[in-house]
């Protein structure tokens, strides 16, 4: 009777540990729980232990253009949460490198966030938990030096009834990669006279048609994150490009280059 009573008592201790333990950072997410390769683990790993993590698409946004972020201009970058009947929403979110340092800076805009690990986490205060179905929140970014390339903001969000314990909770995961603007300090010139591409959109090959007098000319084709996903042979005149079965349908843009100038184009593959 002893025995089981003890096994009775230390059953309520652990779960009144762990139903206080889900409710006791609504003042900010501890350090470390973003789920970046360098943390390597999420509020569901300890402070809502138990809860499965789902990875979400679409939960951070910003105002960053398709052609990527320019070093040092400042942006805002903005996270939302949507969960019908749910009215307690917590996150932590870090733009950092497989190593651990973050990339740029964060700016808290409202008493809703908060700046913690020496300027490496961005995480909600007690002020910024409560929402009838969804929440956002919003902080500035200051994009890091030229030449440090795609930089991704990893997040783990929790979505919570306020019910006093993990029942009916969720924690989601989600990453968002911004490429840098890879023609800051070259010449943006305006060759639409001279360059000709056709068909646009295009299926199974595209046609090239320009003059062009500099003897160096290289041209690629650059996904809207900014990655070369085919390099061109180029020559004066008219030349038909195959293309290779290794680019998905979708909008691409064709970036020719002679000296310090550039000539970009929008295209759509089929």
């Known amino acids: 009777m002893k025995k089981l009573l003890f096994v009775t008592i230390l059953f309520i201790a652990v779960s009144v540990f762990e139903a206080r333990r889900s409710i006791s950072y609504t003042s900010g997410a501890p350090d470390g729980f973003t789920g970046s390769p360098f943390d390597d ?71 809703e966030t908060q700046i913690t690990g020496m300027g490496t986490y961005i995480t909600h205060t007690q002020s910024g938990t409560t929402g009838i179905g969804s929440k956002s929140w919003s902080f500035d970014w200051v994009a890091p030096e030229g030449g440090t390339g795609d930089v991704t903001f990893y997040g783990a969000f929790n979505v919570s009834n306020n019910n006093g314990s993990n029942n009916g909770d969720s924690i989601f995961t989600s990453t968002y990669t911004i490429p840098e603007d890879i023609t800051v300090g070259i010449e943006l010139v305006d060759r639409s006279n001279e360059i000709i591409v056709y068909p646009n959109p295009m299926k199974d090959f595209f046609t ?28 004066e005149g008219t030349k038909t490009y195959q293309l290779p079965e290794t680019i998905s349908p979708g909008i691409y843009y064709l970036r020719f280059s002679a000296g310090s100038k550039i000539y970009s184009k929008k295209i759509m593959v089929l």
Not at 213 to 231: H, L, M, Q, R
């Open 41 to 111: 683990q999420t509020c569901a790993t300890y402070c809502h232990h138990g809860i499965p993590e789902t990875p979400l698409l679409g939960v951070m946004s910003s105002n960053i253009p398709l052609s990527g972020y320019i070093p040092g201009t400042t942006y805002t970058i903005s996270a939302n949460l949507v969960k019908p009947g749910h009215t307690k929403f917590g996150f932590q979110i870090s733009p950092m490198d497989d190593h651990g340092n973050v990339l740029g800076s964060m700016i808290e805009l409202t008493g």
């Open 208 to 235: 090239v048609s320009f003059s062009e007098t500099e003897s160096k000319i290289s041209a690629s084709i650059f996904s809207v994150n900014g990655s070369v996903v085919y390099n061109l042979q180029t020559a």
